[in-house]
């Protein structure tokens, strides 16, 4: 985990302090609206429907238990008790005082947390694979480069007013897990044929309005060149990007009018004068950074437990449990536990400030005092020995974080939609309850196994329905919510963008017409064929036979 | 309009916009690129010429001309166009060595980012006090990048 050191602490007290004299400024009118707009958006306040919604940093998803506790402690002093994570591994709390953000803020920075730059067209949070540093299939761990790249972009001078936001997401490895061929930037960890480190570098993904995979313009790029290279793309995209309509100003737009060999010409050009300069980072760096993020201490005799292969067998809950919330470790003995935000009841994603406390608690017990956010909208603790891990289910299930569902069906990812967002087309939380309400069978949901399930309220594509095995997107007709079905959707690897069902659906059919399609999938798996790959053998059109058929 | 030069307010600026160049002068004339453009043979002397360029307009149309001009004026169509920031850092890699000045959408808050980025000086549109000066230049004290300004990132730097 990465500390701060005095540079690190200044900018983010100092940035406090400039954000409390913004807002002060405002209040007395000594700033305009839209001065003001674009200032609070850099620091990742909106004005929504219900109140302003603060987003806070949760820089590539990691956390102390200290920091936890500390959003746990704001959520109760100026919100409602509660916060909600995204897909960007952040967490946003929906009901703070305009008046009150700079106090937030300075909470904030005491643990080493801000806000700064968490929407607004800048370049945004880093995100990451959620098991960095303990996948074994991993190239190096991606967080020291993350950490490199925060730094880079926090209050750039150049990049601050881009035509529009800017995300950028890292793959330690072969397997992603970062969805970042949905990004404007993937970097993804490498090793050359001479063993060197470096990053294959993709643009131009994204989702919203106009879906796009990431297009790869350099295949092997020195680690070490990393902030000259992405200063290249930056710099192309900020003199070219277009600025005369928002919904074709994102990078991918760009690469697609120039062609990827265009786009990567002008970036090649621009990296000339910018590679081997004196951006290129150094080895002392690269290795303080990296010190950060050592192996723990692990305990040698982990595998040698007994025991939960004894609670497995006499516990068929805990089993269930076991099997879908913890992950492969690198370390023998140890597993990564996935806590589940997405309960029976409750939006995805949602957090009280007691569970705030009991996961800190159980990091600080099992897991080396930190956590980890997820893209899929959960929490996990990253490093908790195979003989803990009858406690730790038993104090998550008492806090109803250890639904057994992750990777399943009802392991939504979903936007808040019109109950909060105020560009929202459809409610999106009643779906999700409709939906948790009709598969509420875990044995069932067991049976269908791997699915991603994306919602989103409206085109912006916050849940990332587009790669949802099922996606899911909010429409208005009439002003009535309608639900348009997608199917083939994926941001791994693999990643594809997914194809429509058929018509759009009302919102009271949408959780039969997902038990119509998985009863088709069921009749037409082949053997243990999982969902995904059941529909990319078939296509949409027996889906789509059979799901409307009935209605 | 207050103007201020190397974090200074300057009341001695010696250069007019001339929206349409009349030829040669004694002042000291900015002229718009696309004016310059049309000049066959720009007899105007480099210290007493100046041009803008407007962030929705080509910055490479520009750099054939740099030689003969003094002053770059980037005027920012927009709040939201940060073009002019990227124009100013490319015209010092280009060993642009006059003045870069930034006009239009600009304010008090992006003083310190425009300085970073090598602009030397600023035509405001509110008024503002040595006080808000000094605080929009030092209020973010520490830089993690290399700018105009300072060729050295956070992790080259001496602390
Ligand atoms: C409630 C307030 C929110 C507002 C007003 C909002 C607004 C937007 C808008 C306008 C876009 C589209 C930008 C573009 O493509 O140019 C967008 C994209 C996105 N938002 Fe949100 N959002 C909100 C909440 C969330 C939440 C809760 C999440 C996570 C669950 C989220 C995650 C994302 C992601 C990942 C994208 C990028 C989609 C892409 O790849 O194009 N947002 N948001
Ligand atoms: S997808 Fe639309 S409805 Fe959902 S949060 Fe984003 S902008 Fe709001």
Redesign the pocket.
């Known amino acids: 985990m990465y500390i701060y050191n005095d540079v690190d602490q200044k900018i983010v007290d100092e940035r406090v302090e400039q954000y409390r004299d913004q807002t002060k400024r405002y209040l007395n009118g000594h700033l305009s609206d839209d001065e003001f707009l674009a200032l609070r958006l850099m620091n990742g306040l ?1 004005i ?1 429907r219900q109140a302003p ?1 603060l987003r806070v940093a949760i820089p590539y998803g990691t956390m102390t238990s200290t920091q936890l506790r500390a959003l746990s402690t704001i959520s109760r002093k100026y919100d409602k008790g509660y916060g ?1 994570f ?3 591994t952040n967490i ?1 709390f929906n009901w703070p005082k305009l008046e009150e953000v700079p106090d937030i803020l300075a909470d904030l920075a005491k643990v080493q947390l801000h806000a700064i730059q968490t929407s607004g067209n800048c370049i945004r949070n880093t995100t990451t694979d959620h098991l960095a540093g303990v996948s074994a299939t991993e190239v190096s761990d991606p967080r020291p480069w993350c950490e490199l790249i925060r730094q880079w972009s926090t209050l750039h001078p150049e990049f601050a007013y881009l035509p ?2 800017f ?1 950028i997401a890292i793959a330690s490895g072969p397997e992603d897990r970062a969805a970042t061929q ?2 404007d930037v993937g970097l993804h960890l490498i090793q050359s044929a001479e063993g060197e480190l470096g990053f294959e570098v993709l643009v131009g993904g ?4 106009t879906p796009k995979i990431g297009k790869v313009i350099r295949e092997f790029l020195p680690a070490n060149e990393v902030i000259s290279y992405l200063e290249a793309i930056l710099r192309v995209y900020n003199l070219n990007g277009r600025r005369d309509n ?2 074709k ?2 990078i991918k737009i760009l690469v697609d009018a120039l062609g990827a060999d265009a786009f990567r010409d002008l970036v090649e050009e621009e990296w000339q004068h910018l590679k081997g300069s004196e951006l290129q980072i150094t080895q002392e760096e690269i290795e303080r950074v990296s010190d950060f993020f050592l192996s723990h201490d692990y305990n040698v005799y982990a595998a040698a437990d007994t025991t939960l292969d004894l609670f497995l067998e006499s516990n068929a809950e805990f089993k269930h449990w076991y099997l879908r919330n913890t992950h492969a470790h690198k370390v023998p003995g140890y597993r990564a536990v996935t806590v589940s935000l997405k309960p029976q009841l409750g939006a995805p ?1 949602d957090i009280t400030a007691l569970q705030m406390d009991l996961v800190a608690e159980l990091a600080d017990r099992f897991s080396f005092g930190q956590i980890r956010s997820t893209h899929h ?1 959960n929490l996990l603790l990253s490093d908790v020995e195979q003989s803990d891990l009858y406690s730790v289910w038993l104090a998550l299930a008492d806090a109803n974080l250890a639904r057994a569902n992750i990777g399943t069906l009802t392991d939504m ?4 939609g019109f109950d ?4 929202a087309n459809a409610k999106t939380l009643n779906i999700a309850q409709k939906i948790n309400d009709a598969f509420d069978d875990v044995d069932y949901l067991h049976d269908l196994g791997d699915i991603r399930l994306n919602m989103s309220g409206c085109i ?5 329905h587009h790669v949802g095995h099922i996606g899911i997107l909010g429409v208005d007709k009439k002003g009535e919510d309608w639900y348009q079905i997608t199917l083939g959707g994926s941001s791994e690897a693999d990643a594809s963008l997914g194809k429509v069902l058929g018509r759009a659906v009302a919102a009271d059919e949408v959780a039969d017409t997902l038990k119509r399609l998985l009863e088709t999938y069921v009749e037409l798996r082949k053997g243990d064929e999982l969902f995904i790959d059941c529909v990319r053998r078939l296509g949409v059109e027996p889906f789509k036979e059979r799901v409307y058929a009935v209605a | 309009m207050p103007l201020l030069k190397l974090k200074k307010l300057v009341s001695d600026d010696p250069w007019v916009l001339q929206e349409v160049f009349s030829g040669k002068t004694d002042l000291s004339v900015v002229v718009p690129l696309a004016q310059l453009l049309e000049q066959e043979l720009v007899a105007q002397p480099k210290e007493r010429l100046g041009v803008r360029l407007s962030s929705d307009e080509s910055l490479d149309d520009l750099k054939p001309l740099l030689k003969q001009v003094s002053l770059v004026e980037i005027y920012f169509e927009a709040l939201r166009d940060g073009r002019g920031f990227s124009f100013a850092r490319v015209l010092r890699r280009e060993g642009f060595e006059g003045e870069i000045r930034a006009s239009g959408e600009v304010s008090r808050d992006r003083l310190d980012y425009l300085y970073r980025c090598g602009f030397d000086s600023v035509l405001l549109q509110a008024p503002i006090n040595e006080e808000q000066i000094t605080t929009a230049y030092q209020e973010i004290s520490v830089h993690y990048q290399a700018d105009a300004r300072n060729e050295q990132p956070i992790y080259r730097q001496a602390i």
């Open positions: 909106y929504q919604m909600h995204t897909t960007r946003q529009r936001k995300k949905v990004h994204g989702l919203g309005r928002k919904y100003a994102r994603g909208q990812i979903v936007c808040p909060f967002c105020s560009l912006n594509a916050c849940a990332h």
